[in-house]
């Protein structure tokens, strides 16, 4: 069962305009989230990350909102670049482990 | 029913060992992966291999080496385990290239004392 879940698995937005990157879970006990960036032929890289006492984290052109309550979280990048074309994972963790579960990822593709 | 599962998920061993961690992907995907993710949380890519076939060698000591008997399976045996090969080992599988969605394990977390 796929406690992480992203349902939607390409977005392609253009360049300049705000792009949203959808992500739910299902496990209600999950404390830390985290957003990584893949590029092709490259590992995922760390991106973002939002503890639960939050709801928002910002850094930059990017930012992930946590509603806990709907136990989903969102990233916005605005505005969106080319260089931002990738695939997007979103992870979770819990107190009770150091292990993330990952989602299965959404390829956003920003156009000019 | 498991998409991609990893064995053991928990294992503690001694310096000096050699130990084995086992994958498997039930999704008939043609490329499978693992991943180091340090105590920040970033995931390093180690290994990919597309229908058992090595296509990225990371920068990894020789100590770790992967084996695929088939597609369907990318064990990763480890040489004379030291203190800092303890971390969680992440194995993943796509379709057919990394450009492409991954689907990840559970994790396998290994410490060694």
């Known amino acids: 069962d796929q406690q992480v879940k992203q349902n939607s698995p390409s977005l392609s937005v253009q360049e300049g305009r705000i792009s949203i990157l959808n992500c739910d879970y299902t496990n209600s006990m999950f404390d830390y989230f985290l957003w990584y960036k893949k590029y092709p032929a490259e590992g995922p890289t760390f991106l973002i990350s939002i503890s639960s006492i939050k709801d928002k984290n910002e850094d930059g052109r990017f930012t992930v909102f946590l509603n806990k309550s709907a136990k989903h979280l969102s990233l916005h990048i605005v505005p969106s670049q080319p260089g931002d074309s990738a695939v997007y994972f979103c992870?979770?963790?819990?107190?009770?482990?150091?292990?993330?579960?990952f989602g299965t990822g959404t390829r956003l593709q920003v156009f000019p | 029913d498991t998409a991609v599962s990893q064995t053991p998920k928990y294992l503690v061993t001694q310096m000096g060992n050699d130990k084995s961690i086992k994958c498997e992907q039930n999704l008939g995907h043609d490329t499978m992966y693992w991943y180091k993710q340090d105590s920040k949380k970033f995931l390093k890519i180690m290994f990919s291999?597309?229908?058992?076939?090595?296509?990225i060698n990371e920068t990894v000591p020789n100590r770790f080496s992967p084996k695929s008997p088939d597609k369907a399976h990318l064990n990763l045996h480890i040489n004379s385990l030291e203190l800092g090969d303890s971390a969680v080992y992440f194995c993943?599988?796509?379709?057919?290239?990394?450009?492409?969605?991954?689907?990840f394990g559970p994790g396998t977390r290994l410490l060694v004392l």
């Open positions: 993943a599988s796509s379709v057919e290239s990394i450009e492409e969605t991954q689907y």
């Open positions: 992870a979770a963790s819990g107190v009770w482990t150091d292990k993330l579960i």
């Open positions: 291999y597309n229908n058992k076939e090595l296509i």
